[in-house]
């Protein structure tokens, strides 16, 4: 029995040591410009969403969803987020293929997540990924009102589905559409 537990112990050594040794030696692939191949992302996406489970702290949302707090989450949006993942004009981003992970569309594919994981994926960051923390340039209540708006996207106010189509020539989204989510 010692022999067999210590046999385990050695054979995981090995393959650590071998694995940072391929990696030192420069075998590691670095490019971003190519999708990751399907189980890889079935891996990374459960072991983020499990994470965030463990680690994000069960917040309620203190930002009420009123049109204009909405409307503020979409300006937010607008400036900080859009570039990666997709504008209210409804179009793929500019850089959606130029990551590794990609970013997902939030307007094309709006987020199934209670809101206390999008708060904490957007205040924390994502890390190994292109995904910024945002904690250190927009406060907690503008992050609230992301984190709102990023949970409604298809089913808004009709204020605030009047100022998006003001705003961007585009209708929003209005539900029934395919929805993205992990859980
Ligand atoms: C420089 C590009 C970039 C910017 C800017 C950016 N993100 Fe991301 N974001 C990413 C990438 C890449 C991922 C994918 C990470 C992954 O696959 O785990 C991501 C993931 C996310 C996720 C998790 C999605 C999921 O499937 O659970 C959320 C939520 C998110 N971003 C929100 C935001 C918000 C809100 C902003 C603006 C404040 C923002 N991001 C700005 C690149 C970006």
């Known amino acids: 029995m010692r022999n067999f ?33 399907p189980i890889e992302v079935h891996i990374a996406l459960s072991a983020l969403e499990n994470s965030v489970e463990r680690h994000a702290p069960r917040l309620n949302n203190p930002v009420p969803p009123t049109d204009e707090n909405l409307i503020e989450g979409l300006k937010i949006y607008t400036m900080n987020c859009a570039l990666c993942h997709g504008g209210i004009e409804r179009q793929p981003s500019t850089l959606e293929k130029s990551f590794y992970p990609p970013p997902p569309n939030l307007i094309l594919n709006p987020l199934d997540d209670p809101e206390w994981h999008v708060f904490y994926k957007v205040r924390t960051g994502i890390r190994y990924t292109g995904m910024p923390a945002w904690d250190k340039t927009l406060s907690e209540s503008d992050i609230w009102k992301l984190t709102a708006f990023l949970t409604r996207v298809d089913k808004l106010p009709p204020a605030v589905q009047d100022y998006w189509k003001k705003s961007s020539g585009v209708n929003p989204p209005t539900g029934g559409e395919e929805r993205h989510g992990h859980n």
């Open 5 to 37: 537990i210590l046999g385990i112990v050695i054979t995981i050594l090995v393959l650590l040591i071998g694995g940072l040794g391929l990696a030192l030696l420069g075998f590691l692939p670095t490019r971003a410009n190519i999708a990751p191949p």
